[in-house]
């Protein structure tokens, strides 16, 4: 009997429970339903919806004009308060959208729909039938609103979320981990911001990065003042966007075409014109906020002044090309006088931390703030990179490390070019908000015994001269050098470098100048908004570098890659003064440059065989003399190399600018050889470029 009452007791007990738990679910409900018992209330919400539409729904003109027949979808709310929103309608021709949504929006407030008593929101899709159908004659499966989930909503559109945003592009590059391409004309616009007294900023690690740059210069303000109107998506493309530009709440990308169309006129040639025709197309954007990536692919054939013409057959790699050209890579004959040379740049950034950035690509680098660099140029073709930024405190630290080429025949294997590689550390410190020390070091490397990349230099923090010893003397060629900049005031900067290959302080005490002595220093000034000229930007900078500065005694362990400097383009034995000046005013730009200069350069014929220090790639052992080494020893031969440059940038979001410029080089060696003669070139040029990079004529 007992076991009979408990079983008693737990049934109540659970009938209560049911039905305390019981779940009670309404619909919203319009005021004409509310005495519509709860089983019919849904059927009576949904035939309300489309009488009103039928009611209220005009069919707009086209979609009577082509007698469309066809759906109209819609998704909508019903919000807590009972007022009707459309998240998304679905329709041939917009037109009906915006009719759907006039509709929409004369709906009065219902009743909420209410959840176990409580007023909740509810979504619904509907198909509203073009022609229209009356819903009182229709049958049920017709006039039904179904009921969905949120994330069924935001599943449904999220194709047009998609579409949506390309109607409200950001650039989001301006703030992003992506590099800004260096040109010298471009970045001399926010030098001075980063150069102010008091500013925690380092410039001598090149490219920045647009999240850098962007605490002293506004990009998007800079960019909004340059804007063209435009009423046309034709307009809007030419003069202030990119060609294809998305973005959303977690990425965004662009897409642009890449231009260089150039005509020219070489007065020391025999063919009758110069030109060259680049054709291309640049991707970069974003993953979130963390990783950014590039990619350009460059198609070109061009031909130059005659001087660069001889420059790039100098260069010619091991096999049938012709030539390399300078800065860009390999080319190919193209008809009889011309050079085919695809480039392509690309790299991955990634910011794991605030004070971190990572890059690994297919591209260049730069240290220093003149327009030389001593330490490491972007003179020579793209090369594969690993770089690490540091920056914390007063402190940017910068770890690159190069995949290079050596194209010589004497060094191919079975026809392959011999890989060497290159570590750079470079350290800048702002002692105080005027002075700034940078220390930097650098080892170069070949595969030689099957070594291949020495892990050992993957060591972010250790000085190479130390594993030079563990790893054998001849193994590498390490170099360190310095460099130094005082801001005078706001507008008056004074920068230098020092490098340093091999020293002898005995030989120097001797006043003997020997050849040991291989160093190479570089002190310069930019003076910006002369005589208070906005935009005005005057700079002056002396080079000079000893014989046989960056060459080795091994076959491979120069300072170079494809047949060109990693420092300064003339190689070593020389000395320069550069005069600058570049002023921009709205989209227009004016640059000019002359550069005087002293090289010593090798005989190379009849017993006069040796190496007078000029050429990196020779072997120092090739010398004529170990003492009484000077600069410009050999055929010394003053060049004098002036450019002006003028221009109007039609678009600023891809810096395509039409442009013409000027080009005076005067050569004159003391002796002349078949590869040394004296040359006094003027060279024109008219054109259209996609301004992304510097390239070098003044050889």
């Not at 999220?158 to 590099?179: H, I």
């Not at 294809?244 to 020391?268: A, C, E, N, R």
């Not at 090309?321 to 800065?327: E, Q, S, T, V």
């Not at 794991?352 to 680098?365: L, R, V």
């Amino acid at each position: 009997m007992k076991q009979y009452l408990v079983l008693i007791l737990l049934l109540v007990q659970n009938n209560i429970f049911a039905q305390d738990t019981f779940q009670y679910e309404k619909p919203p409900v319009f005021p004409n339903c509310e005495s519509v018992n709860i089983e019919a209330l849904q059927q009576c919400f949904d035939k309300s919806i489309f009488t009103h539409v039928y009611n209220s729904f005009k069919v707009p003109q086209i979609a009577l004009d082509e007698n469309y027949k066809g759906n109209v979808a819609v998704l909508f709310e019903v919000d807590t308060t009972g007022a009707f929103k459309v998240i998304y309608v679905d329709a041939i021709y917009s037109e009906l959208k915006a009719e759907t949504k006039r509709v929409f929006a004369l709906l009065p407030k219902v009743k909420p729909a209410t959840y176990n008593g409580r007023t909740t929101y509810k979504q619904y899709s509907i198909e509203i039938k073009i022609p229209l159908v009356n819903p009182s004659a229709s049958s049920k499966n017709s006039t039904q609103v179904n009921a969905i989930s949120k994330l069924e909503a935001a599943a449904k559109t999220e194709f047009d979320s998609v579409n949506a945003s390309l109607k409200t592009f950001e650039n989001k590059g301006y703030s992003s981990q992506l590099n800004i391409p260096f040109t010298h004309s471009d970045y001399s616009k926010f030098d001075r911001q980063m150069n102010l007294i008091g500013t925690n900023s380092h410039t001598a690690s090149k490219p920045y990065v647009y999240e850098e740059v962007s605490n002293y210069y506004d990009f998007k303000d800079e960019n909004q003042k340059l804007q063209k109107e435009a009423n046309t998506w034709a307009r809007k493309k030419l003069w202030n966007e990119h060609l294809v530009q998305i973005q959303s709440k977690d990425y965004w990308f662009t897409i642009d075409p890449i231009f260089d169309l150039q005509v020219g006129k070489d007065t020391d040639a025999e063919f009758s014109s110069t030109y060259n025709n680049t054709r291309g197309f640049l991707v970069q954007g974003g993953l979130g906020k963390k990783l950014n990536f590039y990619a350009s692919v460059f198609e070109s054939q061009g031909r130059f002044a005659q001087y660069v013409n001889q420059y790039a057959e100098s260069l010619k790699a091991f096999g049938p090309d012709p030539a390399i050209i300078p800065g860009r890579g390999i080319a190919k004959r193209f008809k009889s006088d011309s050079y085919d040379y695809p480039v392509a740049e690309a790299y991955l950034s990634y910011a794991p931390a605030k004070f971190i950035n990572m890059q690994f690509g297919h591209g260049k680098n730069f240290i220093g703030d003149g327009y030389r660099s001593l330490l490491l140029s972007d003179v020579a073709s793209p090369h594969p990179f690993l770089k690490l930024n540091t920056k914390f405190w007063k402190i940017k630290y910068t770890n690159t490390w190069l995949w290079l080429k050596d194209v010589r025949p004497e060094v191919t294997e079975d026809g392959a070019f011999l890989t060497k590689y290159m570590a750079n550390h470079y350290l800048s410190w702002n002692v105080s908000k005027r002075f700034n020390l940078g220390l930097f070091e650098s080892v170069i490397w070949t595969n030689s015994n099957n070594r291949g990349f020495d892990v050992n230099y993957l060591n972010p923090i250790i000085f190479y001269r130390a594993i030079e010893f563990e790893t054998g003397q001849d193994a590498g060629n390490a170099i360190i050098g310095a460099s130094a900049k005082y801001k005078w005031n706001d507008n008056v900067n004074i920068y230098s470098q020092f490098i340093l290959d091999e020293f002898s302080l005995s030989d120097i005490k001797g006043g003997e100048r020997s050849w040991k002595n291989k160093y190479g220093y570089q002190i310069g000034v930019k003076y910006f908004n002369v005589f208070k000229v906005d935009n005005l930007m005057l700079q002056f900078e002396y080079n000079r570098i000893r014989p046989y500065t960056y060459s080795h005694n091994t076959i491979a362990t120069n300072y170079g890659h494809n047949n060109q400097s990693m420092a300064h383009l003339w190689g070593a034995n020389f000395s320069e003064a550069i005069i600058i000046g570049r002023y921009h005013y709205k989209r227009w730009f004016a640059d000019a440059k002359l550069i005087f200069g002293v090289r010593g350069l090798d005989f190379n014929e009849g017993t006069d065989n040796f190496s007078y220090g000029a050429d990196i790639f020779r072997n120092y052992n090739d010398r004529p003399f170990d003492t009484g080494v000077e600069v410009g020893q050999g055929i010394k031969t003053k060049t004098f190399n002036g450019n002006l440059q003028a221009g109007y940038i039609i678009n600023p979001a891809t810096n395509l600018k039409l442009f013409t410029d000027i080009t005076f080089r005067n050569f004159n060696p003391e002796a002349t050889t078949a590869s040394t003669f004296k040359n006094n070139t003027v060279w024109f040029n008219f054109g259209l470029q996609t301004d992304l990079f510097n390239w070098y004529f003044d050889n």
